[in-house]
Each structure stands twice: as C-alpha cells, then as structure tokens.
C-alpha cells in the first residue's frame, strides 16, 4: 500500500513538473504591452504583445495585427514618459499622448512612414520586459533606441 501512495505521488509530482515550466513560459509571453496611443485604430489600453520578427515589428491586441518593416521606422524611444518632441508631433492621432511618468514602467515610442504618411506608435511596457527587446530590436533594425533612467 506504502508503494502505491509513493508511485500515485511520484506520477503527481512529475505532472507537475512537466506543466509549470510551460504554464509560465506562456503567461510570461501574453499581453505584455499596451497600446496607451498613436495613430493607429486600436482601442485605448489594448493589451498585446510584440513579435520581433526577421523584418519587422508586429503587436497584435484585439484580434488586430500592426505589422511595422524596419525600414519604415524613423525613430524610437524607450523613456519613462513619452518625449515632448514626440507627443508635439503634428500627427493624425487617434489617441494622443499624455504626459503620464512610469515608476516601474516605460513608453516604447516607434515613429514610422508608411503611404508617405508618419504614423506613431506608444506602447506602455515593463522595463524588465523591455530590456531584452531592446537588444534585438536594435540588432535587427540598425537603429538605436534612445534610452535613459531618470
């Protein structure tokens, strides 16, 4: 009887075992950024994530799917509150940028052509988060993320 409690707790602990690393690795890839504004029609607080692919950036919130080439991207920032540069930009915003201060938290600001038009971007992201996008962004666009803790 002793084994049998032993092995049904041995099956147990080993399910176990198997289902937590996949559980946290998908928790830790769902809805890590948030749409707070830009140019684009997206709902305001749209949670998604960003995909850094071989040739562009994707966020996808809401069953929608932004989809940016690199070499359409014209600037991007990383601050804990969007640049007044950036949120007195001349643009067609459909939700306009605020002034608000992370503690804990950044703007991942990326400024884009697209149809001779400059669209924008402003994700709000953990700095945790942020940082190994950062290093791969910058590896696949070319181009720097101004970047500082304030």
């Not at 014209?74 to 643009?91: D, G, Y």
């Not at 697209?114 to 910058?138: F, G």
Request: aromatic residues 10%; proline residues 5%; glycine residues 4%.
């Amino acid at each position: 009887m002793d084994q049998f409690k032993m092995a049904k707790w041995a099956a147990f602990l080993a399910a176990v075992l198997l289902v937590m690393p996949q559980a946290w690795a998908s928790s830790r890839n769902q809805a890590l950024f948030k749409y707070v504004a830009g140019t684009e029609s997206l709902p305001r607080d749209c949670m998604g994530k960003l995909e850094v692919t071989e040739s562009q950036l994707v966020f996808q919130c809401a069953g929608k799917s932004l989809s940016v080439p690199y070499s359409d991207i014209t600037k991007m920032e990383f601050l804990p509150r969007v640049s007044k540069k950036i949120r007195k930009m001349k643009l067609a915003w459909t939700l306009k940028p605020t002034s608000a201060r992370g503690k804990h938290e950044g703007f991942f600001t990326v400024i884009y052509r697209s149809s001779s038009e400059t669209h924008a971007i402003i994700l709000r992201v953990r700095n945790e988060t942020m940082r190994p996008y950062m290093a791969e962004i910058d590896l696949r666009t070319g181009r720097p993320i101004e970047s500082r803790q304030d």
